[in-house]
């Protein structure tokens, strides 16, 4: 601790980042943010922007960077991204952004940053154009935990041949997180054919009973198959997940 | 109308079928059982045994056998299907019975019914085990009014092969009533690889959230292909509307 | 295949039609184009414009005319519509397009395209103005896969005798799709009626509990005559199960 | 006030008696009666015996009889039925009891009770077999309050001709209580053909999705005609809330 | 008919109002209007403008006066209220119209309409400011049948002082409708206070669980007094049921 | 501690109990009783019944007997009880014990035990005969925190009167727990009369739509006036809540 | 009485103030305010602005200033402030205003007006920054009614030991408001901490299945420690709870 | 292939034995056994006792015996497990059973299995004694499958130092498999604590709003931290995931 403070009092460290390091948050406007979760749970802090302001958003990637090196916040829009960009212009003028508009996915790395490098595959599976956004936020979740993204898209069971013309690839990753809106079938399906943990990522397409994703959800919970699910259109969640068997599968090669 | 008023005063006809003849339904103590249906609707009228007296199915099948000439009953259990049995011994004994207690179906024909034979396949799919009973239900529909059956079961997603071995059988029905519990995605698979209609029929499996068939019927609403679908464990309605399928198939055949 | 890899190779025909002969898909920018699936299936492949951008569509529908001959989109707005008439005036100056504002159908056919045509009739019912669009939806699947639409229009059971007086045009059909909203009692007063099989489509009118559609599907799962449903709004899934059904009768009349 | 208590000194009123009449309510081991209710509200208090022990259902008709002259209550099943009876064969020796095991209604008169006469009819109308115990309960409760009942039964709309078979029985009446299970649809039927109130009573018949009478309630809530709704099997109100009816019609009359 | 035929040829008839007369409704480009359902029905036929176009409004509304001398639209706004009065200067310039936008309800009678004029009076009752658009539909639809409109407003059971000071005017009325959200609790008070007819008018007030008028409709479902119940927000159909109790009530009044 | 220690070695202390002293719980065969919870939390540790078999509730209130001096069980039938006792009397010959089968709630006390005495009164209010069970349940976790208990019964809304004529006895207790079945007005009528904290408890009466409770707690939660709430029948969980505020009271007048 | 109608006549009272003296209410043209409430109910009546027109919610107010002195008004916006403002300024120009856009609430007092001052704390607690609206709802209520606000934000289970590090101020208050959205858990774990009550606010946070504080209010119903819960976002009641358990600590800690 | 045909010639191998060989499953009288499921998908095929008769789960276990070595069952009862264990006796004298009433796992291996051995740990945790069930299934799955199982028993938030005394335990695990009923927050407020993958499974305990199950899943699909989950009472499916992990880490550790 005195280490901290003597870096504190030399002004060789923010006072955001002290407490950071000393009560394991930090505090800021729009609220505190958890900076030894990463450390502690393995996983990122990501900021969901749903029902935040801008400045919020800005606010909290920002001491997420000051406290932790890098920043991700979800659910993004072009506004929003504009405003964390600015501010983070601002406050982190050596720090790199990063925004993909059609996953929604906001990312931020101080220049100091070394990013975790993970020896394992994560596939992430669409079955169709609607899954884009949530299998793009599972795979940021899984490429920030510093596992390799092997994407298999387009291989709804409609056409089941897509998804068997995939059968290699699908067998190649060490889990696989595996997207699904409408009936939510494909999880089902691929589950039956793979040795490895499958995790079923619900997607709120559909329309009229059962939409929004609620059919999927319940086809996952009700699988005949073995797998586990995360909410409807939570990507961050699936993809963080399967960033955790990642780092176990990793930690164990190193072993 | 008069040849029936004749009949009736000759003795020659039951007060009952004259009623069925002339006002198109037959009053019994257990209620009125519609007798022009079948001529209608081209679907016979089955009595559902959930919820009424054993006695009421007995008066209700012995009505059907009186005016059409045969008679089913479903969800029936063996005391029922016995007090039916010893109804139809005493009111018409030229009747033959059948009772399947796997399935729940009673089946009464009297001596001179000419039974229907259409020229017409309906597949009637299972997924696993649990489904036994409301396909067994949907296949004594189509039995009914006359199409041949053709059964294929156990052929889950969980181990595609399975399905994927009787991809020729399934192809060569006219029509598929495909079966399917829990979550439901039999059909869907199924509808993506033939060209002939395919009716769903959820089946009240499974557990927990989206149980009781929900998940399955909410994924049929959902499918991501061309389907249609029944209420769960409607088994008796999923095979008299392939039974009508087959007959408009069977006349144009004719035609 | 090699006759497809040399048409390649000559130049008359796009890398786009190759694939799509040789694997059955065609990849674009916004995802796979599943071009066997009319052939497999007997039903075309929809774009269903809900979710997806202007671009988005106006890219599926392209590969669709490329890939099959001709394209179908649903649930369009006027402003979709205009992109994907421009895209396709761009890539196929040949191809005709057709677009109606009340059900929200886009269509497009190459000039080479020689449109299916049944020997079989398919009536489309709706109870009232509510029901307009899915009901279009549905007789546009159905005419794109060539029988012949016979149109029943506002005869809600509320005015009774408005269904009766067309009870002629509804037994010469030879299957019904019959939409209806709010306690949606219609498809279960027809399928009383005629002898051929009833396709019932719930339709999201109506407000409070049971809104959104809810209560017409469950009245249609509940029916107490004999009738499948698709989902709230489906009007295009309807209409293709009549086209499979339409199909099966062509063809067995022809047989 | 002074007359009651000079009947309770003088041993020509029950102490139950005299509180009713003083406080409008009775105290009793198994809670309090409500004996001003019927005066107050134009309706007799029924004891619903579900979920209450023979003992208690006893214990209030008992206090109704005594304080009301007649008692009614509902649910009853024959043991329950017997345990009354016997009770009050024991505190009210003159009274008479009646009970009907089809509807499960118990009732019970006083020897000096004047049951009310009305100068209304209500319609009770039944769809099937399934619906006989709520639509009993209803004609009770109409019966109780004095207004005639005219039955009109098994009319179902999966054979429209037996309700326009009916027409003018249903015309007859000042108001209509129509049961319907499954889909619901008969009471929206009907209330397109007549011009009096219709009260919709849905029944809990049915299974799978929208089972237990929601289906059937959700569709008169939507119903596209004019009528209002009890709760699933809630027959007793459909037919005191007619009875309400018929008492404003009778004092009309009279007036 | 020879007379309506006569009359049409001598141009003194519309083709529409002969259609009317003949086939009991009139066919316009909005669809049809059900010009006999206030003659078999009792009932003026509303338009509902939800999900209606301006035009298609001012089409059926323009029908209903052409056909039955009157015309009612409901949940109308100001723009759509502006299109259907233009329209009808044009088509009936004899005809007035009124417009209420507190209460969403218009208005329009041809200058020989002949309103009805009924011998009854019907209470309507509001809890608070948040039932004003529903209720102040059914006192429209009461008002356009005839009888006697008596507002009591403001009675919320959270001041039931409020409620008690009004229980004169409550106890006047014929039938009351009794609106009210949130948890729905005064229609289950007064319903014990009177002993007319009450009809509940569940409104979508509220939020949360229960909200959307849910709880209020369940409350009225499980109210332990005796009423009847509409849908959430159904204020026409409240107010046209009370209007056909007090057409019952005047014809015997009459009588 | 050592104090602990030396009273286990000297045997005036059990295992159990030194454990409890030390761990804060106390580990059985049923699992791990949470000896700490009064004091930490000032509740008593209650053991709920339902899904327990007896030797299971045996285990666990011989536990809570000899960590705490007195046990409590909830929702106990009477084989249960008889266990129960039956245990204790060869366990903790001095402990007394307390069944009421109305209730379901069982109570033991050792010799020792000296139970708190809180200087406040909570009024425990019923609508009707059904509230019984959790009424007295609440009733019980009351009294067993020592605060006095005023019963308040049968003043449903129904007969509003009722409840008015015991306005004096509601308005003098500290706080109110208020249970309601079917449509749960009443806790909502009191609220709007009194000035203390009033705790809603939703009573699992109704049937149909809403019922099991659900129209009644969602009724709660609407409430336009101000008052918490519980689950359904959780009427340990009320009276408690009620008994934490009873010690607030208690504590601030003694303080 | 006298007195009032003596200063009316005097021109020293308004119509408005005399009214709500003589009848408890006042009547304007937004409806009435319940002017009593505040005395009856020891709450001050706040104005839900939800739904309401500004103008409507400036009438309101005003009457609850000229009433009772002060007003509250939630969910205003800063248009509906504004609008309010003016109309005080106008009607009230000694009356002081007070808005905070984050929670939306608005606060307006008279010159004259003496605030309560309790001597009681109530602890308002969040888990994040979603929480803010709904809590800062809570605290205002609080505040309004005299307790003293102990905010303790941003100790969301996720990161446990956040909430331990406030487990000394969570302990100093008299009672708790516990605000979480998504599963809510934070009111649970702290309910197992302390030992004053504790009031549950579930937060419409959150996304997919139990989104919109579904999740949040099913898990305090749920809860395995004693607590109560209001509806979802009800701050407003919540706090008021809170402030009435506060009232009751005062007025003993008084006594 | 041979090889299976000439050692089923040679009456080595039974025919069920070759079938599974050669298809991949075996077809019983019950059936068809996935024989292939366990090599393909690494999880052993498990029989679901629910719904099935005991005679179906014997025939069952006893296929997987012939053909994979093992057999498990779920939801077993005694009755089930006596006659399970009688046709394994008479079909294959050399396997050993085992069966756990508690847990409701049956278990079979034939003399010559080699059961797996996974060098990895998996925590089965529990909150309380309603857990055992599906906490047991899970951690007989795990077993199965090879795993260590840790378990961690009654660690349930309501008394939060019983999860932090155990806090090393959980961090030793590979993967947590944790169990919770009622609210469910155990495994997010584990899950917070350690950096390992977390599987929620929801409990079937509770009752009233939420109950069986509901609150626990729709919490854990809110979770504020990263964990995936299964089914209410899905124990088997989150101890094979929980195994799957395990199997991959174990793998990992090999290689």
Redesign the interface.
């Known amino acids: 601790m005195r280490e901290t403070l003597e870096a504190l009092a030399a002004g060789e460290l923010s006072v955001t980042a002290a407490e950071a390091r000393l009560?394991?948050?930090a505090?800021g406007e729009?609220?505190?943010f958890?900076a030894?979760?990463e450390h502690?749970?393995?996983?990122p802090e990501a900021v969901l922007a749903?029902?935040?302001s801008a400045d919020?958003v800005a606010e909290l990637v920002s001491l997420a960077v000051e406290t932790t090196g890098h920043g991700l916040a979800t659910r993004v829009d072009q506004p929003i991204a504009d405003t964390v960009h600015d501010r983070l212009a601002a406050d982190r003028p050596d720090a790199t952004t990063e925004f993909d508009e059609r996953t929604g996915v906001f990312r931020a790395r101080a220049a100091e940053y070394d990013p975790p490098d993970l020896d394992a595959v994560v596939g992430v599976v669409t079955?169709?154009?609607?899954d884009t956004k949530p299998a793009g936020e599972a795979a940021a979740a899984v490429a920030e935990m510093g596992a390799t993204v092997e994407r298999i898209?387009?291989v709804?069971?409609?056409?089941?041949?897509?998804a068997l013309?995939r059968l290699d690839d699908l067998r190649r990753a060490?889990?696989l997180v595996v997207a699904a809106g409408?009936?939510?079938?494909l999880p089902?399906?691929l589950?039956?054919?793979?040795?490895?943990?499958v995790?079923g990522l619900?997607v709120?397409?559909?329309?009229?009973?059962?939409?929004?994703?609620?059919?999927?959800?319940?086809?996952?919970?009700?699988?005949?198959?073995?797998?586990?699910?995360?909410?409807?259109?939570?990507g961050f969640?699936?993809g963080?997940?399967a960033g955790?068997?990642a780092?176990?599968?990793?930690a164990?090669?190193d072993?």
Chains 1, 2, 3, 4, 5, 6, 7, 8 share one sequence.
Do not use: F, M
């Not at 502690?40 to 996983?43: F, L, N, S, Y």
């Not at 780092?247 to 990793?250: E, S």
């Open positions: 009560a394991g948050y505090t729009a609220g505190r958890d030894a979760r502690r749970r393995g996983v749903d029902g935040k919020e079955a169709g154009t609607a898209d387009d709804g069971v409609a056409g089941l041949h897509r013309d060490d889990v409408r009936e939510g079938a089902t399906v589950a039956g054919l793979v040795d490895v943990p995790i619900p709120a397409s559909g329309y009229g009973h059962g939409g929004d994703g609620e059919a999927a959800l319940a086809g996952l919970l009700q699988s005949c198959t073995v797998l586990t699910t995360v909410n409807v259109d939570a969640v699936a963080a997940q955790l068997v780092r176990a599968i990793d164990a090669r072993g």
